[in-house]
């Protein structure tokens, strides 16, 4: 907060969030901005561009941020690696697990540097490896023997900012400075009998699992529970996740 204080001078910030997907980080920033979020600061005020490649989701952003009465979001249909916007026109760019699904992830991070003004600052929400992360683990070792595809198989690359040196680099190479990284260990708390793989596997694996039968999503759903019964304690799922936040400033 501090950092997007100075950076602002006392105007009104410009965000950008990319791949925001169903809204989030977009609407929690947009809600500290116009002062309604437990976390706002009085310093800070401004807009939020929402934006996703997927025109479908721009409109159920656009819809959501209507029916929620968020008046500073906007909702823009864009590729991050070709961001329709000028340069040096955002204060602060957020993308939450988006940047390694693009085509070619370091074209994205130099678009999100040009249009950054100087001393804007980027940050990007990254996974950290596969053997951190037993929910993706699980996954792709079900599907794997289920399906015959994997991460790997359907060309997925989840992983490829996981080493913290590398994905430093990448960063400096985009044209950023001031870069840190931080490795987070949360640990959900889910109950036993909810499927909540399903939504991410859903994401990631969509045209496959529509693909299968009904036998075969079922025997995936009790191999998913099995994979990750180890996780239960006290009747809830309490499976960790290991993701970067990966930061730097345009100078």
Sequence with gaps: MPILARAANGRGLTVLDLASGVGEPAFGIARMLAGDSDDADEALHGHVIASDIVPGMCAGLAERAGAEGIGNLSVVAADMEKLPFGAGTMDAISCRFGVMFCNDPDAA????????????RAAFMLWAPLVDNPLFAAMDGVLGNMLGTGFADAGLDLFGFADPASATARMARAGFGDITITTHNPAGRIPERAAFWKPQMEMLFGPQ???????ERGAIDAAMFEALRPYVADGHFQVPICFHTLAGVKG
């Design 209 to 215: 699992l529509r693909a299968a039968t009904d036998a």
């Design 109 to 120: 991070l130099r678009d999100a540097n040009r249009v950054l003004r100087t001393g804007g």
